[in-house]
């Protein structure tokens, strides 16, 4: 119980504050060149991908978690 709340505080806490360093990088006037802005856009439609199609998956159609390479969602222990 105490691992699944903290887990749950870590996924809460870690894009807030990346978020809150990337505004600080660009406050600090940090340049971002085009190689890693590439990569961002990457990781941002990975991430969004990835959560459209959790989404459909649990409020549409498990069978659309063949599009996230797997059939079903994961699946948690309960303590």
């Not at 699944?4 to 894009?15: E, G, I, N």
């Not at 990337?22 to 990569?39: C, D, K």
């Not at 990975?46 to 498990?62: C, G, T, V």
Request: net charge positive.
């Amino acid at each position: 119980m105490l691992y699944a709340y903290l887990l749950s505080v870590v996924r809460t806490v870690a894009p807030i504050a990346a978020g809150w360093l990337i505004t600080q990088a660009l406050r600090l006037g940090v340049t971002i060149e085009p190689g890693p802005v590439e990569s961002l856009v990457t990781g941002a439609f990975a991430a969004l991908y990835y959560a459209a199609f959790r989404f459909a998956e649990l409020k549409l159609s498990p069978r659309l978690g063949w599009l996230l390479g797997w059939a079903r969602p994961p699946e948690y222990p309960r303590t």
